[in-house]
């Protein structure tokens, strides 16, 4: 039986976000903007960069510590090698309840299939507009519509199941709110809109360029009709929706204006290796310098529990205070 950890605000660790890189092939302007990671800008070395065996043998000491579901991020995960070999292994490991991935799309035509195979059952694709003008604003001029739109045709033939990301950010897409939710209702996908965050340092969020959960809401209700649905399980992060008289769903994630942090059951490890307790933490937890010691799993279970014990991260609910301005990891770093 798996150990359970719980912290200072008595939340349970369940979920393990992990980052195989901090490269990407797009330069969304609301989490890579190209001023900033341009040609000069330094990605990490290949060396720093934790192995697949390294994952692996963390995400066995996390479901030993009672995580039960996994999610593969990046910078863009696709752009790391045989992907599908971390899958396999991942999968393999005894506990794994669920196992997901968040993509920009773009490559998944070349590796929905062999992803499939090696046992990755739900992926979620981000797009932000079905405009192409628009989305190549957003992404930094480095992909089409179509691109997506045909990585989530694969993941779909490939048996995945398949759930849609919308970043919304007001003055920039949020005349794409209304079109989006048409087009995955009628196919059937359950689309997630995402408040704009203030990840990372570099993004110019402000407050004035959120479209909140309640303005989203007003937004699709106007033509389609939608009524609350049950959270399934405590932690749940979207609040999910359903069309009046149908099964297809949204779900808001409404990290600004209604903070989840109560029952916020994430950990997130960057691709070098720290553990952050919280999307928005200044400061990591160096494992991967223990698994290149002769640490043994269950001293590395141990630091974990340590941190883990020790957390009261709320960073959501106290933005507004005086947190928004203090130093945070990259969106690209962590993988949302
Ligand atoms: N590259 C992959 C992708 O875009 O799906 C995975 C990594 S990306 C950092 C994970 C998710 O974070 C994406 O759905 C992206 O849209 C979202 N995201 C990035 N920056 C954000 C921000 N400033 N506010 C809200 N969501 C953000
Ligand atoms: Fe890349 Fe994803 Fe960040 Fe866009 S949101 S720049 S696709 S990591
Ligand atoms: Fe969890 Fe931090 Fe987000 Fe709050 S702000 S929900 S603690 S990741």
Known sequence: MANQ?????????????????????????????????????????????????????????????????????????????????????????????????????????????????????????????????????????????????????????????VK????????????????????????KHSLRFIEFMDVGNTNGWKLDNVVTKKEILEIIQESMPLEPVDAL?????????????SNEEIGIISSVSEAFCSTCSRARISAEGKLYTCLFASRGHDLRALLRSDQTDRDIAKFIEDVWTARSDSYSEDRMTNTHSLPKIEMSQIGG
């Open 164 to 187: 849609i990301n919308m970043v919304v950010q007001k003055g920039i897409n949020d005349q794409d709110i209304l079109p989006m939710a048409s087009y995955f209702r009628e196919r």
């Open 233 to 245: 399980y405590n932690g749940e992060v979207a609040s999910r929706y359903r069309y009046k008289g």
């Open 5 to 161: 950890l719980t912290d200072l605000r008595h939340r349970t660790l369940r979920d393990l976000r992990i980052s195989v890189t901090d490269r990407c092939n797009f330069r969304c302007r609301y989490c890579m903007p190209s001023e900033i990671f341009g040609p000069d800008y330094e990605f990490l070395p290949k060396d720093s960069i934790l192995t697949y065996e390294e994952m692996t043998r963390l995400a066995r000491i996390f479901v030993s510590s009672g995580v039960k579901k996994l999610r593969i991020t990046g910078g863009e995960p696709l752009m790391r090698k045989d992907l599908p070999t971390l899958i396999r292994a991942l999968n393999q490991i005894e506990g794994v309840e669920d196992i997901a991935m968040t993509t920009n799309g773009v490559l998944l035509p070349k590796y929905a299939k062999a992803l499939r195979e090696a046992g990755l059952k739900r992926v979620t694709v981000s797009l932000d507009s079905l405009d192409d003008a628009r989305f190549r604003l957003m992404n930094g001029g480095k992909s089409g519509v179509q691109p997506v739109l045909d990585g989530i045709e694969a993941a779909e033939q490939s048996g995945m199941k």
